[in-house]
């Protein structure tokens, strides 16, 4: 994944509210190696169970397919912002 790369998406993961999270990853504007991970959810902001659910399951599944589209082994570091 290059810089001016399109964004790909990750994946689509259903809330226990019935919404849904959308992520996508996207290559940063210069070349440091940075990417731009966006989660687009249904509804905002999320309840209490979507959140625990997120955080349980849905944060570590992304964190795997961000490794797998960038041929990466090993931990995730998160920056929120």
């Given at each position: 994944?290059?810089?001016?790369?399109?964004?790909?998406?990750?994946?689509?993961?259903?809330?226990?509210?019935?919404?849904?999270?959308?992520?996508?990853?996207?290559?940063?504007?210069?070349?440091?190696?940075?990417?731009?991970?966006?989660?687009?959810?249904?509804?905002?902001?999320?309840?209490?169970?979507d959140k625990r659910y997120y955080i349980r399951y849905v944060a570590p599944a992304i964190g795997e397919r961000a490794n797998r589209q960038l041929?990466?082994?090993?931990?995730?570091?998160?920056?929120?912002?």
């Open positions: 994944m290059n810089a001016g790369s399109p964004r790909v998406k990750l994946g689509t993961w259903e809330l226990p509210s019935g919404g849904e999270l959308d992520a996508y990853l996207a290559p940063g504007p210069d070349s440091n190696g940075l990417h731009h991970l966006t989660c687009e959810w249904s509804s905002f902001p999320p309840n209490r169970a041929g990466k082994a090993g931990r995730v570091l998160w920056i929120v912002t």
